[in-house]
C-alpha cells in the first residue's frame, strides 16, 4: 500500500459523494503514517497522528468516509458513540473497553487475513476427508456430484463458559476467547449436506493452520500502529455554555476518561499491553446546539484537524443512487435480477426519487442520505413483493404515484420514510 493522498481520495470518489475536506483530511493522515515508517524510529516515536475533528449533521458520510478509509489500509478500525459511556451503569474505567475492542477488531482481521492465505490448502484437506467419507476420490468430489448428498462429520463445537451468557458484557467475552484455546474442545457428529460440511471443514483446518500467537503478535502491532477508532456524537458530551451544573456534568467526565487514550496510554487487553499512542481518532458530531471549543481544552487540543461536512441536497442524493460502486440503486437491480426482474429507473425517475428524499427530510428530520433507503423501499415494495417480471421501468410517474400519499400525510410519512 503506497497511495498517494490524490490517489486515496480518488478510491474514496468510489464509494462516497462530495465531501472533498474530510477525505483529503483523512487522506492525509493515512499517508502520514506511511511517512512516518520510512523514519529513523527515535523520530518515527515521537510522530504521533493528528487527530481529525468531523464537523456535519447526521448522514452525509462521516462514519463511511473513516470505515472506507480503514478497509482500503487494511487497518483495524472500531466504531463508539460517545454518549454510550454517560448512560448509567457506566463507569469511567469503562472506556478502556473502547482498546479492548479494537485490539478483537485487529484478531479478527489478522485471523481471516491468515485463514485466506491458507485457504487452499484448507479446502484441499477437507475435499480429502469428505472424499475418503463418500468413499470416492477427491477428482470424483470436485466434480459436484456429490454436494447435495448428505454426510456425517465430526465438527468442533466451541466449549462455552456456562456463565458467560448470563453475565453477558465485553469483559466476558474477552475470558470466552482466551479460554477457547485451554478449554478441551467437544467433538461432536453433525450430518449435514456435503456442500456445506465442506464449508465447515474447510473452515475448521484453516483455524487449526493458522498460528494463534503469531496472528495475536500481528493483531496488536497492527492495532497498535495503524487502529483507526471513530468516536460519533461527540458533540453530544461536550458542555454547551449556559448549561452549568446540568445533566452535560456525565459528559465532561467521559471527556476527562477519553483524554489520556487519545492522548497515548497503555490498556492491558488480550493480545498484550497496547499502547495508544500512534492509533488514529477520529471524531464526529453534528455540533448544532454545543461547539467544538465547548469540549474541553486538552481534548480540543487532541484533535487540531478539523473539517466540516456538507449537508446533501437532491443533486448529491441524485449521484448517491447513481455513482458509488455498489449503489443503492446497483443492489436493488442485482437483488431482484437474482428473481428474473430486470430493473430500469429514468433519470426523471432519479430525480423524482433524490427530490422525494429531500422533501421528506426538511418536512420530518433531516436523516442525510440514510432518507434514500426509505424512499426506495417504499418505490420498489410492491416489484419487490413479485418475482420474474421480466424487464420493469420505473418512471418518474410511477415513484410520484408511490409517494405522493404517504407526502401528503405527515401521519403516515413519519412511519413510512
Ligand atoms: N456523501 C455520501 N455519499 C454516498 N453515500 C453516503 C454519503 N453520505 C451518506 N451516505 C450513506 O448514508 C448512510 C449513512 O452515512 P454515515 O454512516 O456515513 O453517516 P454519518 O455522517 O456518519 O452520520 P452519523 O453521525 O449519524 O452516523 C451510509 O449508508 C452511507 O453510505
Redesign the pocket.
Known sequence: MNLTPAEIVRELDK?????TAAKRAVAVALRNRMRRKKLPPELAREVTPKNILMI??????????ARRLARLAGAPFLKVEATKFTEVGYVGRDVESIVRDLAEASYQLVMQEMKAKVEGRARSLAEDQVAALLRISPQELRTGRYYDQYVEVEVAEEARLPMAGMLGGEPMQGLQEMLKGLLPQRRVRRRMRVREALEVLKNQEAERMVDKEEASQEALRRAQEEGIVFI??IDKIARSKGAVGGPDVSGEGVQRDLLPIVEGTVVSTRLGPLSTDHVLFIA???FHVSKPSDLIPELQGRFPIRVE?EP?GPK?FER?LLE?ENSLLKQYSALLAADETELHFTPEAIEAVARFAHQANQELEDI???R?STVLERVLEEVSFQTCLGRVEITKEYVEARLKDVLASPDLSRYIL
Open positions: 464509494h462516497i459523494v462530495g465531501q456535519g449533521p447526521t448522514g452525509v458520510g462521516k462514519t463511511e468516509i460519533d456524537e464526529a458530531g453534528a461536512l446533501l448529491e448517491i458509488p442525510g442520505a440514510r434514500l
